[in-house]
C-alpha cells in the first residue's frame, strides 16, 4: 500500500521561504515521476511542480523562478524548495507520483503553508 508522508509546511511572512519534503513507501520510488500539488478551501488541488524519474522538471506559471522540486532516490523523498513566499501561495501541499496528472488514489495528509502579508 502506498503512503505519501508530506511535511515541512508552516506560518511564514511574505518573502520568507519554506522547504517541504514527501516521504513515498510502499512502492518503487525511482520509478515514478513525482509531483507536488496545492489545494485551497475554493480551489481543486493544482499541480505546482513535477519532476520526472529522468530529472526533468516543469513548473506552473505562478511560482516559476521561486520553487524548485528535487527528489532523492535513496531517500524515497521528493522535496519543494519555496523561496519569495507570497500569500498567494498560501495553501494545503501534497505529493503525489506523476508528471501531468496524479497517479496514486490515495493522497497523504497534505501540510499547511500560510504566508503573511
Known amino acids: 500500500q502506498v503512503q505519501l508522508v508530506e511535511s515541512g509546511g508552516g506560518l511564514v511572512q511574505a518573502g520568507g521561504s519554506l522547504r517541504l519534503s514527501c516521504v513515498v513507501s510502499?512502492?518503487?520510488?525511482?520509478?515514478?515521476?513525482m509531483a507536488w500539488y496545492r489545494q485551497t478551501p475554493k480551489n481543486q488541488r493544482d499541480l505546482v511542480a513535477a519532476?520526472?524519474?529522468?530529472?526533468?522538471?516543469k513548473y506552473a506559471d505562478s511560482v516559476k523562478g521561486r520553487f524548485s522540486i528535487s527528489r532523492d532516490n535513496a531517500k524515497n523523498t521528493v522535496y519543494l524548495q519555496m523561496n519569495s513566499l507570497k500569500p498567494e501561495d498560501t495553501a494545503v501541499y501534497y505529493c503525489?507520483?506523476?508528471?501531468?496528472?496524479?497517479?496514486?488514489?490515495?493522497w497523504g495528509q497534505g501540510t499547511q503553508v500560510t504566508v503573511s502579508s
Open positions: 510502499g512502492t518503487r520510488f525511482s520509478h515514478y515521476a
Open positions: 519532476i520526472a524519474n529522468t530529472g526533468s522538471t
Open positions: 503525489n507520483a506523476g508528471f501531468n496528472a496524479p497517479i496514486f488514489s490515495s
